[in-house]
């Protein structure tokens, strides 16, 4: 919702800044997401201006020289291209410094080859309308030259875009937000907009009966078929009534809030639903066929065709107005084009319809839920319907009814006839709640003086009574639905005034324990700050997915990862089935990425992932065990370069694959002081994997807790993802079982390492990894850390010989090794390399 400030401090004018009274909503509970600039800037710049003469420019037919008194010592000369502009004329000027809305800012120029000081401004220059069709405004003559005019329109003005939440509809309308002003900042609150004496008539001609009946409203008879889902409507009858633009004044309050000036009528509607915050809808009355309208059930398959020139299709479940004719517009959603208010001067050429004279306004209340499913099966949202579904109070028909009669009477010149018909009459009584005082300490934890609860609630319009211990508070019609009982007033108390004078506390610890984190928690946060410090991003994917995705990830029909866990009652076919691998949902945010133009992604994913059970044994019957087997996971996703490119490269980096995978795998499991290996992928076991570039992720016991490699290019494909993507995953929950909860240190800085390489010739098919165990488990304690740091094939190894560069490092925690110490174990090393993998020092 928009809500132009001039509007508000119609009612309310808190002295505070507009940052300052947006801070204060927020602050108690009414969410300002934007704060607008509306209209001109530069003010001083704008002025009111007489055309002394005009000419015809000399170069330009569509152009006119006009010498303009703006209120200086000499008159300017303005350059003006609206046809309607007149020597005499009394107008608005936009002088050079002015800021448009549009942020352009004006300055002397030649307009072909004639200087130009400024503009003669038209509405929508100055965003009091959206169309120029009516040329330059005309002021009225009596306004004297150099004028601001700022103090005879409404030019510029601060806009505040509320985010209203769907218990709070009273807060859908001006009043119902200057209420609140008034009551978070203590400003003074005017009276009701219906209070007005000229809007009394509407309530004085009341004539009342019952939901379920006919009525008239002058010569137009109307019966309500469905009292269940409205419980109220209203309806008073206008004639001679005179279509015309509105007044600049409502065009530019109806324009900063966001809604674009129509005519005088239509104008009255949208401008009495903002400010009351309840709708209208304003039926031409001799278009009304057989002078009778009926409120029903639409039949299965019945059409109308509404105010957007939209044929819609309804069911048995939505309400439609009926004439003789047949519908006439969609309850409490929007009118239909055949009963709409026409002006015959801006219909379509050839057309017969005349201007609409007589007038018959409707202001009901709809059940809120049948609204909302409404718009919801016709894809159709208007601004009344979102008022609707939230649940109006009866009593706000009235209300906005007599906002309407007092400006239907001063706007269009209209005679109303025969006073107001009201089928349904007031709501429930109004529900009286006792506001205790100890209660209101017990929740708060601290006292709210009496006075102060009640001054808070009166303001927000509830009646308050003293009671012996506390206060009898008596609940307005707009907040029937939100408040009902004793917590609801506490909670207004609260978030109007304790919540800023609560005192900070520290909660009493009962039951002598410190709150921490579990091993498993830690653990997980470590991983997932390793990933994040080596450059990935987080994303967060959903649990639930689509059946189509195991046929993307070319899972076989009886493969395990098959055992899904179908939901009950999913939201969609999308969202049917929990997901078995989290690989599914980082393929999906690649491939997001790579469609806006983000091809280089490194992605990892934190969630659970999840397998059916099987059927439990006949022996559980009775019982409910869980359905699925849920374990947390952590994987990674890699796409596109390695790295950013860079100068020292030759243009880009290279791709990221299974090693650039393993080696933040390795950062991992390395941080969290869990030791593993690389081994040999189980056939089938993860069909999405390239089955050459893929492996298990093993504990030091060769059980598997993940896996690594590089996605199956066909996968990939299915996603629109090209070149390698590389991918790990782990079980945390079997990894934190392997991590150590308490982490020991030992000295690396008192006695240095004795550092030695080898060079081991190999047959190319014995893993390099292979090499490594091999070596770790002949160096014993002796060798603190061995790892390749080079690989070399060659004509003079051999064919099918591989020459791995070892580079070991030897440590003892007493005193520092020498080459005599190390050589016996060197030496074992050379025997078990020889012995285990065939392997040879090379010269």
Same mark, same amino acid.
């Given at each position: 919702?928009?809500?132009?400030?001039?509007?508000?401090?119609?009612?309310?004018?808190?002295?505070?800044?507009?940052?300052?009274? !947006?801070?204060?909503?927020?602050?108690?509970?009414?969410?300002?997401?934007?704060?607008?600039?509306?209209?001109?800037?530069?003010?001083?710049?704008?002025?009111?201006?007489?055309?002394?003469?005009?000419?015809?420019?000399?170069?330009?037919?569509? $152009?006119?020289?006009?010498?303009?008194?703006?209120?200086?010592? *000499?008159?300017?000369?303005?350059?003006?291209?609206?046809?309607?502009?007149?020597?005499?004329?009394?107008?608005?000027?936009?002088?050079?410094?002015?800021?448009?809305?549009?942020?352009?800012?004006?300055?002397?120029?030649?307009?072909?080859?004639?200087?130009?000081?400024?503009?003669?401004?038209?509405?929508?220059?100055?965003?009091?309308?959206?169309?120029?069709? %009516?040329?330059?405004?005309?002021?009225?003559?009596?306004?004297?030259?150099?004028?601001?005019?700022?103090?005879?329109?409404?030019?510029?003005?601060?806009?505040?875009?509320?985010?209203?939440?769907?218990?709070?509809?009273?807060?859908?309308?001006?009043?119902?937000?200057?209420?609140?002003?008034?009551?978070?900042?203590?400003?003074?609150?005017?009276?009701?907009?219906?209070?007005?004496?000229?809007?009394?008539?509407?309530?004085?001609?009341?004539?009342?009966?019952?939901?379920?009946?006919? %009525?008239? #409203?002058?010569?137009?008879?109307?019966?309500?078929?469905?009292?269940?889902?409205?419980?109220?409507? &209203?309806?008073?009858?206008? *004639?001679?009534?005179?279509?015309?633009?509105?007044?600049?004044?409502?065009?530019?309050?109806?324009?900063?809030?966001?809604?674009?000036?129509? =005519? =005088?009528?239509?104008?009255?509607? =949208?401008?009495?639903?903002?400010?009351?915050?309840?709708?209208?809808?304003?039926?031409?009355?001799?278009?009304?066929?057989?002078?009778? $309208?009926?409120?029903?059930?639409?039949?299965?398959?019945?059409?109308?065709?509404?105010?957007?020139?939209?044929?819609?299709?309804?069911?048995?479940?939505?309400?439609?107005?009926?004439?003789?004719?047949?519908?006439?517009?969609?309850?409490?959603?929007?009118?239909?084009?055949?009963?709409?208010?026409?002006?015959?001067?801006?219909?379509?050429?050839?057309?017969?319809?005349?201007?609409?004279?007589?007038?018959?306004?409707?202001?009901?209340?709809?059940?809120?839920?049948?609204?909302?499913?409404?718009?919801?099966?016709?894809?159709?949202?208007? *601004?009344?319907?979102?008022?609707?579904?939230?649940?109006?109070?009866?009593?706000?028909?009235?209300?906005?009814?007599?906002? #309407?009669?007092?400006?239907?009477?001063?706007?269009?010149?209209?005679?109303?006839?025969?006073? &107001?018909?009201? /089928?349904?009459?007031?709501?429930?009584?109004? +529900?009286?709640?006792?506001?205790?005082?100890?209660?209101?300490?017990?929740?708060?934890?601290?006292?709210?003086?009496?006075?102060?609860?009640?001054?808070? /609630?009166?303001?927000?319009?509830?009646?308050?009574?003293?009671?012996?211990?506390?206060?009898?508070?008596?609940?307005?019609?707009?907040?029937?639905?939100?408040?009902?009982?004793?917590?609801?007033?506490?909670?207004?108390?609260?978030?109007?005034?304790?919540?800023?004078?609560?005192?900070?506390?520290?909660?009493?610890?009962? &039951?002598?324990?410190?709150?921490?984190? &579990?091993?498993?928690?830690?653990?997980?946060?470590? !991983?997932?700050?390793?990933?994040?410090?080596?450059?990935?991003?987080?994303?967060?994917?959903?649990?639930?997915?689509?059946?189509?995705?195991?046929?993307?990830?070319?899972?076989?029909?009886?493969?395990?990862?098959?055992?899904?866990?179908?939901? *009950?009652?999913?939201?969609?076919?999308?969202?049917?089935?929990?997901?078995?691998?989290?690989?599914?949902?980082?393929?999906?945010?690649?491939?997001?990425?790579?469609?806006?133009?983000?091809?280089?992604?490194?992605?990892?994913?934190?969630?659970?992932?999840?397998?059916?059970?099987?059927?439990?044994?006949?022996?559980? +019957?009775?019982?409910?065990?869980?359905?699925?087997?849920?374990?947390?996971?952590?994987?990674?996703?890699?796409?596109?370069?390695?790295?950013?490119?860079?100068?020292?490269?030759?243009?880009?980096?290279?791709?990221?694959?299974?090693?650039?995978?393993?080696?933040?795998?390795?950062?991992?499991?390395?941080?969290?002081?869990?030791?593993?290996?690389?081994?040999?992928?189980?056939?089938?076991?993860?069909?999405?994997?390239?089955?050459?570039?893929?492996?298990?992720? /093993?504990?030091?016991?060769?059980?598997?807790?993940?896996?690594?490699?590089?996605?199956?290019?066909?996968?990939?494909?299915?996603?629109?993802?090209?070149?390698?993507?590389?991918?790990?995953?782990?079980? /945390?929950?079997?990894?934190?079982?392997? +991590?150590?909860?308490?982490?020991?240190?030992?000295?690396?800085?008192?006695?240095?390492?004795?550092?030695?390489?080898? +060079?081991?010739?190999?047959?190319?098919?014995?893993?390099?990894?292979?090499?490594?165990?091999?070596?770790?488990?002949?160096?014993?304690?002796?060798?603190?850390?061995?790892?390749?740091?080079?690989?070399?094939?060659?004509?003079?190894?051999?064919?099918?010989?591989?020459?791995?560069?070892?580079?070991?490092?030897?440590?003892?925690?007493?005193?520092?090794?020498?080459?005599?110490?190390?050589?016996?174990?060197? #030496?074992?090393?050379?025997?078990?390399?020889?012995?285990?993998?065939?392997?040879?020092?090379?010269?």
């Amino acid at each position: 919702m928009k809500l132009p400030l001039s509007w508000l401090h119609d009612h309310v004018t808190p002295e505070l800044g507009t940052r300052e009274l !947006a801070t204060r909503l927020a602050m108690t509970g009414t969410e300002i997401d934007v704060i607008h600039h509306h209209g001109v800037d530069a003010l001083e710049h704008f002025v009111v201006g007489k055309v002394l003469e005009r000419a015809p420019h000399p170069d330009a037919d569509k $152009l006119s020289v006009c010498t303009v008194d703006v209120g200086e010592a *000499e008159p300017s000369q303005i350059v003006c291209g609206a046809p309607n502009v007149a020597a005499g004329q009394t107008v608005a000027v936009g002088r050079p410094g002015s800021i448009m809305p549009d942020g352009t800012k004006l300055k002397t120029a030649k307009l072909r080859g004639v200087a130009s000081a400024g503009m003669i401004l038209s509405e929508d220059e100055v965003a009091i309308a959206s169309d120029r069709a %009516g040329g330059i405004m005309e002021l009225p003559d009596d306004l004297v030259a150099g004028t601001p005019l700022a103090d005879v329109l409404l030019i510029s003005d601060e806009v505040l875009e509320l985010e209203i939440t769907p218990n709070r509809p009273d807060c859908l309308g001006v009043y119902g937000v200057a209420r609140e002003v008034a009551a978070a900042t203590g400003a003074p609150l005017g009276p009701p907009p219906w209070e007005a004496p000229a809007a009394r008539p509407a309530f004085d001609e009341l004539r009342t009966q019952d939901a379920a009946g006919s %009525g008239t #409203a002058g010569d137009i008879t109307i019966t309500n078929e469905a009292p269940d889902l409205c419980p109220r409507m &209203t309806w008073r009858l206008y *004639e001679d009534v005179t279509l015309a633009p509105s007044p600049r004044w409502l065009k530019a309050r109806l324009t900063a809030a966001g809604q674009r000036p129509i =005519n =005088n009528v239509v104008d009255i509607t =949208n401008y009495v639903m903002l400010l009351t915050g309840q709708p209208l809808h304003a039926f031409d009355a001799d278009r009304i066929a057989g002078g009778t $309208l009926v409120l029903r059930r639409a039949a299965d398959g019945e059409t109308i065709t509404t105010l957007d020139e939209v044929e819609r299709t309804l069911d048995d479940q939505m309400l439609l107005f009926a004439d003789g004719d047949g519908p006439t517009s969609i309850a409490g959603v929007m009118g239909g084009a055949r009963s709409e208010i026409h002006d015959a001067g801006t219909g379509e050429p050839g057309t017969s319809r005349p201007t609409t004279t007589r007038v018959l306004m409707e202001v009901a209340t709809w059940n809120g839920p049948n609204v909302n499913r409404t718009m919801a099966k016709l894809g159709l949202r208007s *601004e009344a319907g979102s008022r609707f579904e939230k649940g109006l109070a009866p009593e706000q028909t009235l209300e906005a009814q007599a906002v #309407a009669h007092q400006l239907m009477v001063e706007l269009c010149g209209a005679t109303p006839v025969g006073g &107001t018909l009201d /089928l349904g009459g007031d709501g429930p009584a109004p +529900a009286v709640i006792r506001l205790r005082d100890e209660k209101v300490t017990a929740l708060l934890g601290a006292p709210v003086a009496r006075d102060r609860c009640a001054a808070v /609630l009166t303001t927000l319009g509830f009646g308050v009574t003293p009671a012996e211990d506390g206060l009898d508070v008596t609940v307005p019609a707009f907040r029937r639905i939100d408040v009902t009982r004793e917590a609801d007033l506490i909670e207004e108390v609260a978030r109007l005034e304790a919540l800023d004078t609560l005192p900070s506390t520290v909660p009493e610890n009962r &039951t002598g324990h410190a709150a921490q984190l &579990t091993h498993a928690q830690k653990v997980r946060r470590r !991983a997932e700050d390793v990933l994040v410090g080596v450059g990935l991003h987080e994303v967060c994917g959903w649990s639930f997915t689509e059946p189509a995705v195991l046929d993307r990830l070319r899972i076989p029909a009886e493969h395990p990862l098959r055992a899904v866990v179908q939901l *009950e009652n999913p939201m969609s076919e999308a969202q049917s089935i929990l997901r078995p691998t989290i690989l599914g949902s980082l393929l999906d945010a690649a491939a997001h990425n790579r469609a806006h133009g983000h091809a280089d992604v490194q992605l990892f994913e934190s969630g659970s992932v999840y397998a059916a059970r099987p059927a439990p044994p006949e022996a559980w +019957a009775g019982q409910r065990p869980a359905p699925a087997d849920e374990h947390h996971a952590l994987a990674v996703l890699l796409h596109g370069a390695a790295a950013p490119a860079s100068w020292q490269g030759a243009g880009s980096a290279a791709p990221a694959d299974v090693f650039t995978a393993k080696g933040i795998l390795e950062a991992v499991l390395g941080t969290l002081r869990v030791p593993f290996s690389i081994g040999d992928a189980p056939e089938g076991a993860w069909p999405f994997l390239h089955p050459g570039r893929s492996g298990a992720v /093993l504990d030091a016991d060769g059980a598997r807790i993940g896996f690594l490699g590089e996605v199956h290019p066909l996968v990939a494909q299915a996603w629109d993802l090209d070149g390698p993507v590389a991918a790990f995953a782990v079980d /945390l929950g079997k990894v934190a079982a392997l +991590a150590p909860e308490v982490v020991g240190y030992r000295d690396l800085t008192s006695f240095p390492a004795l550092r030695q390489d080898l +060079a081991v010739v190999v047959a190319d098919d014995v893993p390099a990894q292979r090499v490594l165990d091999v070596v770790r488990g002949a160096g014993g304690k002796r060798l603190a850390d061995v790892r390749v740091f080079d690989v070399y094939r060659g004509a003079q190894l051999g064919e099918g010989r591989v020459s791995l560069a070892l580079h070991c490092e030897f440590r003892a925690p007493d005193r520092t090794l020498t080459d005599e110490d190390v050589a016996p174990v060197r #030496a074992k090393i050379v025997a078990a390399l020889a012995e285990q993998v065939g392997g040879e020092l090379r010269g």
